[in-house]
């Protein structure tokens, strides 16, 4: 398996719910991130997870809130989102972090914050 | 930190021609520089990297070449095809250093006219 997978692929939430967004994959990879990207911009890292402990949190807001339960998954949680964090939300995982090789994107998930 | 200036933001030829795309780095210690091709919607694909051990790399119609001395890589599509048709993302990090993470070009937009 060489690919990242995300679910949901999109979802549209008030600025009242929770939700969360899960990312998985089975590369056998110790180092996963979440970036953030807006429409015509390149991806902007919010967070790395490397060996399942948080290695870079590049000052994302605590209405985001990352977890790693294993070294397969990554989830981001999302509580009290404003309409601006509509964004297209990208998982990566890479072998190793630092970056030894090559990161892979997952297909994203389309958020709306209405 | 590392800044990665790309040029042209946008980028119109016709199918069969060529297509250039250049990026530039600012930190000597940065060794890895991927592309991405990103079609609307859909995930940033790695399509070809190359390291600072290497002058040049070709995949196919894909070419890339870096020049350390002045501090610039460049993206090479031969024979356009409209499937070509997409956002580029050039991106450096430094692999297994302190600057661990892909720092991304502001991307290019690359129409292939049939």
């Given amino acids: 398996d060489t690919e990242v997978t995300q679910t949901p692929k999109h979802l549209v939430m008030g ?9 998985e994959q089975h590369m056998g990879h110790r ?8 429409a015509k911009k390149p991806p902007e890292l919010m967070f790395v997870y490397s060996y399942e402990k948080l290695s870079i949190n590049e000052s994302v807001p605590s209405r985001f809130s990352p977890e790693c339960p294993n070294s397969s998954l990554l989830n981001l949680h999302l509580h009290a989102l404003q309409p601006e964090d509509s964004a297209l939300y990208l998982c990566a995982s890479s072998q190793d972090y630092p970056l030894l090789n090559e990161q ?5 998930t389309r958020l709306t914050v209405l | 930190g590392e800044n ?41 694909q790695l399509i070809i990297d190359i390291r600072s ?27 356009t095809q409209p499937e070509d048709s997409a956002v580029y993302f050039c991106a450096a990090s430094s692999l297994g250093g302190s600057q661990g993470n892909l720092i991304f070009g502001k991307g290019t937009k690359l129409s292939v006219k049939p």
Avoid at chain 2, 6 to 13: A, F, G, Y
Avoid at chain 2, 14 to 27: H, L
Avoid at chain 2, 62 to 73: E, G, Q, R
Wanted: glycine share 6%; aromatic share 12%.
């Fill in chain 2, 53 to 79: 051990n290497v002058g040049e790399k070709k995949d196919q119609r894909i070419a890339v070449t870096l020049n350390k001395t002045a501090k610039h890589f460049s993206l090479h599509i031969t024979e």
């Fill in chain 1, 104 to 108: 892979f994107f997952g297909p994203g």
């Fill in chain 1, 31 to 38: 180092a996963m991130y979440w970036y953030k990207q807006k």
């Fill in chain 1, 15 to 23: 600025m009242t719910n929770k939700k969360s967004l899960k990312c």
């Fill in chain 2, 4 to 44: 990665v200036e790309q040029h042209p933001s946008t980028l119109s030829v016709q199918e069969g021609d060529s297509a250039v795309i250049k990026c530039t780095y600012s930190d000597s210690a940065s060794n890895y520089f991927p592309w991405y091709k990103q079609e609307l919607g859909k995930r940033p």
